[in-house]
Each structure stands twice: as structure tokens, then as C-alpha cells.
């Protein structure tokens, strides 16, 4: 919601990947890093097959230095740390995924660094105080959507414009 001021999210668009009660695990894919795909690879000495100037997202203000890799449809198939989130679109966060992926990097890909974490119970009371609309999972959107619309986007997806909202407690 706008009235979230944090820096961090405002007009954050979060791709939740874990919520038990223990807390939540979640991914800001509408932000770029000051960094590059050949930058990182380079770093990590791997041989990067795609676009080397591929952008990295920032996922997140937790952990900056620990990777994340979205991808969808036409990954390698033996990723084995992946997780599914929502058909056409995946999450892994091991340097051996980035590995296989740098080999032969599929057309739907987004590759994080850091993520956004929630304590427990933390996320509920901020959904209950309004802080946040909840949408679902679209790898359309994760993958075919400019990080710099996507706020606006999912809003408007929601059949909300996004003018007319204003902060008022409860789950959106």
C-alpha cells in the first residue's frame, strides 16, 4: 500500500516464497541492483552462456550477499533445490542452480540477491494494519513486466486504480 513508507517497500511488488510460523520468506522483484550478471559470474568464476549484461534484481534488505535465481519454463530439468511456487515459475538459491542455469539460461529468469524476511507473525499484523494488497503468483508478471510498471501493473491487475486507495486496516 502507499502509505508503507519503509524505502524498502514502498511500491514493493514481493513474490512470497515461504510463510509458516516461523516467519516468511519473500522476494522484491520490482527492484534492480547496481550490479550485473558478468560482474557476479565473473566473481564467482562462472562461465555465463546468456546475456552478460543480464540485470540482477535486489531481492530484498536481508542477506545482500545470498543469491536467488526465479525461473520458469525451459530450465535444466536437474535442478534439484528448486521449488515450485506457481506453474511457470520456480525458485532455487544454491550456487550449484546459478551453475547449471549460467550453462544455458532460460528465456524466463530473474536472478536475486538478498531477500525480504518477515519474524513471526510480523507479516499478518502488518496485512491486518492494511500495509499490504495481496495478489497471486503470475510469472507473466514476474518475468514479462518492467521491474519500473510492475507496482502499478499488478495494481491495475487487481481492478484497482491506483489513485483511489487510500489506508485503512484489514487484509486487501
Given at each position: 500500500m502507499p502509505q508503507l513508507l519503509d524505502p524498502n517497500?514502498?511500491?514493493?511488488v514481493v513474490l512470497l516464497v515461504h510463510h509458516d510460523e516461523g516467519g516468511t520468506f519473500g522476494l522484491v522483484v520490482n527492484r534492480a541492483?547496481?550490479?550485473?550478471?558478468?560482474?557476479?559470474?565473473?566473481?564467482l568464476q562462472l562461465d555465463w552462456k546468456g546475456d552478460r549484461q543480464t540485470p540482477l534484481a535486489w531481492g530484498g534488505p536481508v542477506q545482500p550477499n545470498t543469491?536467488?535465481?526465479?525461473f520458469g519454463d525451459g530450465a535444466p530439468s536437474e535442478i534439484d533445490d528448486?521449488?515450485?511456487l506457481a506453474p511457470g515459475l520456480s525458485v532455487a538459491g544454491s550456487l550449484?542452480?546459478?551453475?547449471?542455469?549460467?550453462?544455458?539460461?532460460p528465456g524466463s529468469l530473474r536472478l536475486m540477491l538478498g531477500y525480504a524476511g518477515w519474524g513471526p507473525h510480523q507479516l499478518?499484523?502488518?496485512?491486518a494494519q492494511g500495509a499490504w494488497l495481496v495478489a497471486p503468483a503470475c510469472p507473466?508478471?514476474?518475468?514479462?513486466?518492467?521491474p519500473e510498471v510492475m507496482w502499478d501493473h499488478v495494481v491495475r491487475g487487481m481492478?484497482?486504480?491506483?489513485?483511489?486507495?487510500?489506508?485503512?486496516?484489514?487484509?486487501?
Amino acid at each position: 500500500m502507499p502509505q508503507l513508507l519503509d524505502p524498502n517497500f514502498k511500491r514493493a511488488v514481493v513474490l512470497l516464497v515461504h510463510h509458516d510460523e516461523g516467519g516468511t520468506f519473500g522476494l522484491v522483484v520490482n527492484r534492480a541492483a547496481d550490479l550485473t550478471v558478468d560482474v557476479l559470474c565473473d566473481d564467482l568464476q562462472l562461465d555465463w552462456k546468456g546475456d552478460r549484461q543480464t540485470p540482477l534484481a535486489w531481492g530484498g534488505p536481508v542477506q545482500p550477499n545470498t543469491g536467488w535465481v526465479l525461473f520458469g519454463d525451459g530450465a535444466p530439468s536437474e535442478i534439484d533445490d528448486a521449488n515450485l511456487l506457481a506453474p511457470g515459475l520456480s525458485v532455487a538459491g544454491s550456487l550449484e542452480t546459478l551453475r547449471k542455469i549460467a550453462v544455458e539460461p532460460p528465456g524466463s529468469l530473474r536472478l536475486m540477491l538478498g531477500y525480504a524476511g518477515w519474524g513471526p507473525h510480523q507479516l499478518e499484523e502488518e496485512m491486518a494494519q492494511g500495509a499490504w494488497l495481496v495478489a497471486p503468483a503470475c510469472p507473466d508478471t514476474v518475468f514479462g513486466v518492467s521491474p519500473e510498471v510492475m507496482w502499478d501493473h499488478v495494481v491495475r491487475g487487481m481492478g484497482i486504480d491506483p489513485a483511489t486507495l487510500i489506508a485503512t486496516p484489514g487484509v486487501h
